[in-house]
């Protein structure tokens, strides 16, 4: 099991940027597909983004592709999510999310991670 915390959240005009931060202890964090989930209120959690074990393959969804970055610190044992030119939809909790050590695929589908941050908000202004 690995225990995640997610930080960076808060408010932010549109337009404007935020880097969500996911610190992550426990199993081998280096050998796990982290991904980005949200979740606006009345929504179900929504897919954002996933990078690979190794780092080296991206994943986002359509309603973010570029204008948000995820990448990875196996030595810091952090995922980030860079957030650039934020909209209003934007607005939900953020979730940090982890996959069973080596498994790969079923990036998009929040059940294919086994552990959860308690997530982060963040609300962008209009």
């Known amino acids: 099991q690995v225990q995640l915390v997610e930080s960076g959240g808060g408010l932010v005009q549109a337009g404007g940027s935020l880097r969500l931060s996911c610190a992550a202890s426990?199993?081998?964090?280096?050998?796990?597909?982290m991904g980005w989930f949200r979740q606006a209120p009345g929504k179900e959690r929504d897919f954002v983004a996933a990078i690979s074990w190794s780092g080296g393959r991206t994943y986002y969804g359509d309603s973010v592709k570029g204008r948000f970055t995820i990448s990875r610190d196996n030595a810091k044992n952090t995922v980030y999510l860079q957030m650039n030119s934020l909209k209003p939809e934007d607005t939900a909790v953020y979730y940090c999310?982890?996959?069973?050590?080596?498994?790969?695929?079923?990036?998009?589908?929040?059940?294919?991670?086994?552990?959860w941050g308690q997530g982060t908000p963040v609300t962008v202004s209009s």
């Open positions: 426990g199993r081998t964090f280096s050998s796990s597909a």
């Open positions: 999310a982890a996959m069973p050590k080596y498994y790969s695929g079923g990036y998009y589908d929040r059940t294919s991670y086994d552990d």
